[in-house]
């Protein structure tokens, strides 16, 4: 039985426009015509696409001919030339029972009877088909337990912060940049193309895609195909007693075969493993790889960035989209969170290109690499390509059903197309009757056993995990029990989920070498495609897939008191001291190093200053990660570049961290380093009250296990308390250990951009002096830099003890003149 849906792309000869082609099938000595198409370019589709063959095949699978295709157009005076030809073999793959329609053919598996006897069942493997694998699909089943009320209200809460994004890093594993409530919500990331994923059966269930070659005999790969056949063949065996009715035939439910009218959603996530390119589009040398022989000017061509400005283009058909300007730059691991929506009639306008180019300077931009897919696969397909299926249904939200069918539409028209009943639901919809079974809405979520709908029947299989469905729904704005109970039979059934394919990119000028395999890849591009039918309605709203924006924020420290510092110098005294500073930066930031004023003339390391440090930041609180360009050496002006000739800067996501060092300074000589002091701002460490409670075991990682009353408070999150203050630990490092060197008391304020602009403040103690208020330092009168005040130094020097000192020492070198001149005048 053969299903010829239609041509497609199909060239004619000398430069001659397709008349009206018609496709002739020859195989065992039989052959079949099918009408002609009357105008390629209105409906490439033919008027009759179901026609049936009988044949007599051999036994043995080796002495079985092949399918031949010939493509003839028609010309005036009943000239028909060949358009084009393509051969079929291995028709094992299209063997299929007699009574199961339109669908795949498996190998037998336990207890299944052969169809045919003696060889021809051993040898062909004659086999019946399952509509779903229970080893690979989607699983649900009865609840063993709800979650705990604790669990719940911390999805609730995560549920207002949580964004795609949040689903995507929980798919692909990054635990620090999503939400617990996002778990429950999966999205299924693929690591090749959807055509790739093998209970897919590379979409093309309905029909596949057969090339056509020009001449006869040519291998595929070899020459550039003249165009496509799109049907579908299915052999089964005949009742050998003419008396005996012949079964039922295939390709009775097929959908509309004139083109249809489609909105197509392309959602771009980003790309990853690109190829490094220079400003001319050439593959960037290794680092240091000068071609000096050339001239000055190729020697700057070639100088290695490992970079690329990568940005995309889409084509489909005559339409076009992309732009230029839009480019992600100085990165090999762009994130590009685009959406693209273009309308198209499918199958006149079917190949979805979407190109990559590395943004120059000047154009023409060079191609990084590009990939095609086709959409009319995906509309037909019966594993519903079209639009995956989510996993929650919800009526409302930034996560609502985008479908044109509601969960219980869908399961209908899957019940018509598989050729089986209606699903039956009970007036509340928390019961249906499918596939042979009755399902019961809070039978299904948790751990427990599950069911898969295989060959037409429901089977269990244990260790099954979805979302609980024995009470009230647990997450926002959810459906109605109708809609929820058959969106979880959808998942039964094995159709697409709700997904991310992972594309390679290959080179569109060379198609022959990637279908060949002589070409490298050049690099992977993650994204998802929708397809909705305007003949079943408007579709949902789009998904937000916008990168995320960093928020801006204020860290403001003020440092009050240092204590136990160490004392690094030696006063004219001989007193050991230390002249006292403090400067900090968030990492990353280095060029935003701020510093106190000196204490000097520190006798015990205690030091005095109420100065205030300002750092603003970029973070996103979704990765929970300080958005900074990258620093490079230079000057001031390409700190934030790559190279001198990068065109932007280069991004890069850092943990936020306050730095702290202690410092003594010197006038003559380059300062002391005395002390560190890290704080992580998410994980920061609780504070002491009292200097001497000040310790290094305040910094140390408090395991999981230890109990709560070992008096080791947690850590905190400066996001979520904003404020805090107390005596914290410096250290410095001495034969591989940490010792202390230093005790610092600290206030830390974190303020959103917009509360921090109601509330300025200055830096150090200027102006605006406010929250609080900083008044000078009540320092010692030994603390001064000696050598700008003599004077107060010459004071300081007579003072106390000191006066009495010098007096006597005065005396002495009076007195010993006068000892020595009357020793000397002395008879």
């Known amino acids: 039985q053969v299903l010829a ?297 070639t100088v290695p960035s490992h970079q690329c400005d990568p940005y995309i283009r889409v084509s489909l058909g005559t339409k076009k989209a992309g732009d230029r300007d839009q480019y992600v730059p100085n990165t090999l691991e762009p994130v590009f969170g685009r959406l693209f929506e273009v309308t198209a009639t499918i199958p006149l306008e079917k190949d979805l290109q979407i190109s990559l180019f590395d943004y120059d300077l000047l154009p023409p931009d060079q191609e990084i690499g590009s990939t095609r897919i086709d959409l009319e696969n995906r509309l037909l397909s019966r594993f519903r390509a079209h639009c995956g299926l989510p996993r929650l249904y919800r009526v409302t939200g930034p996560r609502r059903w985008r479908d044109q069918l509601t969960p219980s539409q869908a399961l209908e028209h899957l019940a018509r197309v598989r050729g089986l009943p209606a699903p039956e639901f009970s007036t509340d919809g928390t019961a249906v009757t499918f596939g042979g079974a009755t399902f019961l809405l809070g039978q299904f979520g948790g751990l427990g056993a599950g069911w898969v709908l295989d060959a037409g029947c429901w089977c269990t299989v244990p260790w099954a995990r979805v979302l609980s469905e024995s009470g009230a729904p647990t997450y926002r704005h959810p459906g109605a029990p109708r809609e929820r109970l058959a969106l979880h039979l959808l998942h039964a059934c094995h159709l697409v989920p709700e997904h991310l394919e992972t594309r390679t990119l290959y080179s569109s000028t060379q198609p022959g070498l990637e279908q060949a395999g002589l070409e490298r890849p050049r690099g992977k591009l993650q994204l998802w495609v929708d397809i909705f039918p305007a003949s079943l309605g408007p579709p949902g709203p789009p998904i937000d897939i916008t990168p995320r924006q960093p928020q801006r924020y204020e860290l403001r420290c003020i440092v009050w008191n240092t204590r136990d510092v160490d004392l690094q110098d030696t006063s004219l005294s001989g007193q050991r001291m230390s002249d006292i500073y403090v400067k900090g930066w968030l990492d990353g930031l280095e060029e935003q190093e701020q510093r106190t004023d000196v204490h000097y003339r520190s006798l015990q390391g205690d030091g005095s200053f109420n100065w205030r440090f300002v750092f603003p930041f970029n973070y996103l609180p979704a990765e929970q990660l300080c958005i900074l360009p990258k620093k490079a050496s230079g000057t001031r002006e390409q700190r934030h570049k790559e190279h001198f000739w990068s065109l932007d800067e280069t991004v890069h996501k850092v943990p936020p961290k306050l730095i702290l060092q202690v410092w003594d300074n010197d006038k003559f000589s380059a300062d002391d380093f005395l002390g560190v002091l890290e704080l992580e701002l998410l994980s920061l460490p609780q504070p002491a009250q009292r200097p001497h409670d000040c310790s290094l075991a305040q910094l140390a990682p408090r395991r999981w296990w230890w109990p709560r009353w070992c008096g080791r408070p947690r850590p905190v999150s400066l996001f979520r308390q904003r404020c805090a203050r107390g005596w914290w630990p410096c250290s410095v490092e001495e034969d591989g250990k940490r010792r202390l060197a230093g005790k610092l008391e600290l206030s830390l304020e974190l303020l959103p951009a917009a509360e921090a602009e109601e509330r300025p403040v200055g830096r150090g103690r200027e102006e605006p002096n406010v929250f609080p208020t900083l008044a000078a330092p009540l320092r010692p009168d030994c603390s001064w830099p000696w050598l700008q005040a003599p004077l107060q130094t010459l004071r300081y020097a007579l003072s106390g003890y000191r006066r009495g000192r010098l007096g006597a020492a005065l005396v002495l070198a009076l007195l010993l003149p006068l000892l020595l001149a009357f020793v000397y005048a002395a008879p």
Request: with cysteine; proline share 13%.
């Open 5 to 301: 849906w239609g041509l497609r792309g199909l060239r004619g000869i000398a430069l001659l426009p397709v008349r009206a082609p018609s496709l002739v099938l020859e195989c065992g000595g039989q052959a079949l015509r099918t009408p002609p198409i009357a105008d390629l370019r209105a409906n490439p589709n033919f008027p009759v696409n179901a026609f049936l063959l009988t044949l007599h095949l051999p036994v043995e699978e080796d002495y079985v001919p092949p399918i031949k295709l010939r493509v003839l157009d028609t010309w005036d005076f009943g000239y028909r030339p060949e358009l084009g030809r393509a051969s079929v073999r291995g028709l094992r793959q299209y063997c299929c029972e007699p009574d199961v329609q339109g669908t795949p053919a498996m190998l037998p598996g336990p207890g299944m009877v052969p169809l045919w006897p003696g060889g021809l069942a051993t040898r062909w493997a004659w086999a019946t088909m399952a509509t779903a694998r229970a080893t690979t699909g989607t699983m649900v089943g009865p609840a063993a337990h709800p979650p705990p009320q604790q669990a719940v209200e911390e999805e609730e809460e995560e549920e207002e912060e949580g964004d795609w994004w949040s689903k995507f890093y929980a798919a692909t594993g990054d635990v620090a940049k999503r939400h617990r409530g996002s778990a429950r919500d999966a999205l299924t990331v693929y690591s090749s193309e959807l055509e790739a994923v093998p209970e897919f059966e590379g979409l093309q269930d309905f029909c596949q895609t057969f090339p056509l070659y020009r001449t006869a005999g040519m291998l595929e790969g070899s020459e550039d195909p003249v165009g496509e056949f799109k049907g579908l063949f299915r052999i089964y065996p005949l009742p050998e007693d003419p008396n005996v009715p012949p079964p039922p035939r295939h390709f009775q439910q097929l959908p509309p075969s004139q083109p249809q009218e489609c909105l197509v959603r392309l959602y771009i996530i980003r790309a990853f493993n690109l190829p490094p390119r220079d400003r001319n589009g050439l593959v960037r040398p290794p680092v240091g790889d000068w071609d000096v022989t050339r001239g000055p000017l190729c020697a700057i061509l």
